[in-house]
Nanobody, 126 residues
Framework: QVQLVESGGGLVQTGGSLRLSCAASGRTFSSYVMGWFRQAPGKEREFVASISVNGVSTWYGDSVKGRFTISRDNAKNTVILEMNSLKPEDTAVYYC???????????????????WGQGTQVTVSS
C-alpha cells in the first residue's frame, strides 16, 4: 500500500502562485501514472492534471490549462503541481493520486486511480 502525502497548500491572493508537492512511499513510484484532483466546498472532486510514468506526457483540466504545470521526480518519489495566476475559483482541497495499474495511460477519470493522499487546502482570496 503506497502512502501519498501532499504539502504546499496555503492562502494566496488572486494572481499569486503556489507549488504543491506529493511525496510517495515505496519503490515503484516510477511505474505509475500520477494525478492531481481537487474538490471545492459543495462540489464534486474534479480532475486537475495527470502525468505519465516517464514525465513526458501530461494532461490538464480545461480550467487550469495554461496556468498549472505538473511534473515528477522519480528519483525523489515526488510529483509537483506548479500553480500560477491563481483565481478564487481555484480554492479547493487538492489531492494527489496514483493510478490503479502500473504503466497505464494518463487519465482524467477518478476510477483509474486507486491511492489517494489526505489532501492539502488551497485558498485564493479575491
Amino acid at each position: 500500500q503506497v502512502q501519498l502525502v501532499e504539502s504546499g497548500g496555503g492562502l494566496v491572493q488572486t494572481g499569486g502562485s503556489l507549488r504543491l508537492s506529493c511525496a510517495a512511499s515505496g519503490r515503484t513510484f516510477s511505474s505509475y501514472v500520477m494525478g492531481w484532483f481537487r474538490q471545492a466546498p459543495g462540489k464534486e472532486r474534479e480532475f486537475v492534471a495527470s502525468i505519465s510514468v516517464n514525465g513526458v506526457s501530461t494532461w490538464y483540466g480545461d480550467s487550469v490549462k495554461g496556468r498549472f504545470t505538473i511534473s515528477r521526480d522519480n528519483a525523489k518519489n515526488t510529483v509537483i503541481l506548479e500553480m500560477n495566476s491563481l483565481k478564487p475559483e481555484d480554492t479547493a482541497v487538492y489531492y494527489c493520486a496514483r493510478s490503479r495499474r502500473s504503466y497505464s495511460s494518463i487519465s482524467d477519470r477518478q476510477s483509474e486511480y486507486s491511492d489517494w493522499g489526505q489532501g492539502t487546502q488551497v485558498t485564493v482570496s479575491s
